[in-house]
């Protein structure tokens, strides 16, 4: 005779054990949480980050050559470094130039390198480098527990294994390199994670020589356990050139999340590289500005009327200008509040909601929604108008 079964369930008390079996309750667990993001104040580029670039996870940031991958780390060096973060360029390609970062308005006294040094007998290999982020995790975390870090490695493709610099000339020295950065990402990864450090490896895309050129497939240097251990993967292409009269003066660079865990992947932005000025700020956020209507465009000027009415007519070119002088500073502002808005309608800015990086001193105030606001913006009768209106409102009282 078949025992009968008991359906009752057992009332078992998991958080009394989790601590024999060394576990935790995922709950109580912070290890994999993202609580602080850095934005490249961009926001459309920012939004298909899921708000910013995260901390305590490694992004790979890869394209063909001159697209736009140095630039794009660079203002991210930019924006660390306005915020008080610890940056380090393990600058392997000998591209840390410091008077050209400086130009690019980085803060070269507030960076750390880490460049091969014949003298001394440094060279740059991938088992060095993860030296140099333990060490540097080590000394700095210490010190400065609450101070994020940002390591920028430019870049991975070209970092050799220790085994491929004792080869000599023609031996084979297959599958090295991949070895090197298994173990690289094996021991690194969970530091980056427990510390809540950012880690961007700069990447090459290759070609796949003898396959279909109709599907070409999408190849980068490093071995799989690089591709599985970035949360977020970044594919930055150079699309139609930007002209001023004959002259090329840079491109649309696009920004397409190959993988992520923390958006939504496969999304696609356009921002706008300037060769001399790089990820040039307030050229992206006028024609960002224009593209959304925010900015009228009228031939060959911008026409803005601000949050008091006040009328500003400029040829184009002299209205990105004077976006950076003091005076245009707070169009600029409402430009960059208005954008966030297009992106975030609810007013929700994730980076507002850092628990350790504080955003509020980058060089434009981001002003949050209030519930008033937020509240308006849910009813059906507040159309695009009124919420930009709402903000240049509020703008005003910030002022």
Not at 53 to 71: H, N, Q, W
Not at 225 to 246: C, F, M, N, P, V
Not at 301 to 311: A, H, K, M, P
Not at 336 to 351: H, M, Q, R, S, T
């Amino acid at each position: 005779m078949a025992k009968s079964k008991n359906n009752k369930p057992v009332d078992i008390d998991i958080s009394a054990l989790a601590g024999d079996a060394g576990l935790t309750l995922l709950r109580d667990s912070d290890y994999a949480m993202v609580f602080d993001r850095i934005p490249l104040f961009l926001p459309r580029i920012d939004k298909i980050f899921g708000g910013g670039l995260p901390f305590g996870r490694m992004v790979e940031i890869a394209g063909k050559p001159a697209g736009g991958k140095s630039t794009i780390s660079f203002h991210v060096a930019r924006v660390g470094t306005t915020l008080g973060c610890i940056v380090v360029l393990i600058d392997v390609e000998g591209t840390a130039d410091r008077v050209r970062l400086a130009h690019l308005g980085i803060d070269v006294s507030k960076v750390l390198v880490k460049q091969p040094d014949e003298e001394k007998g440094i060279k740059l290999t991938v088992e060095e480098v993860g030296h140099t982020i333990e060490q540097t995790l080590e000394v700095f975390k210490s010190a400065y527990p609450d101070v994020p870090i940002i390591f920028i490695w430019d870049s991975v493709g070209q970092t050799p294994s220790q085994e491929e610099l004792s080869k000599d000339y023609g031996e084979k020295n297959v599958g090295s390199r991949a070895k090197a950065i298994t173990q690289f990402v094996t021991k690194i990864a969970p530091q980056i994670s427990a510390t809540k450090s950012l880690l961007i490896g700069i990447n090459q895309v290759r070609d796949d020589i003898g396959g279909n050129p109709m599907f070409p497939t999408y190849t980068v240097p490093g071995g799989n356990a690089w591709e599985h251990y970035a949360s977020l993967r970044l594919e930055i292409q150079q699309k139609q050139a930007i002209k001023k009269g004959q002259d090329k003066i840079g491109h649309i660079m696009g920004v397409h999340v190959r993988k992520s865990k923390v958006s939504r992947p496969y999304q696609i932005a356009n921002a706008y590289l300037i060769s001399d000025n790089g990820l040039d700020y307030e050229y992206n956020l006028a024609k960002m500005s224009e593209e959304e209507g925010i900015l009228k465009s009228t031939g060959q000027s911008y026409i803005y009327v601000d949050q008091f009415g006040t009328e500003h007519k400029q040829k184009k070119d002299n209205f990105i200008e004077w976006l950076r002088t003091p005076e245009g500073q707070p169009v600029r502002q409402e430009l960059l509040n208005k954008l966030i808005l297009v992106e975030y309608p609810d007013g929700n800015y994730p980076a507002l909601s850092n628990k350790t990086l504080d955003i509020s001193g980058w060089i434009d105030k981001i002003v949050p929604m209030t519930a008033t606001n937020s509240t308006s913006a849910a009813e059906p009768t507040e159309d695009t108008d009124s919420l930009l209106a709402s903000l240049e409102e509020e703008l005003g009282n910030g002022e």
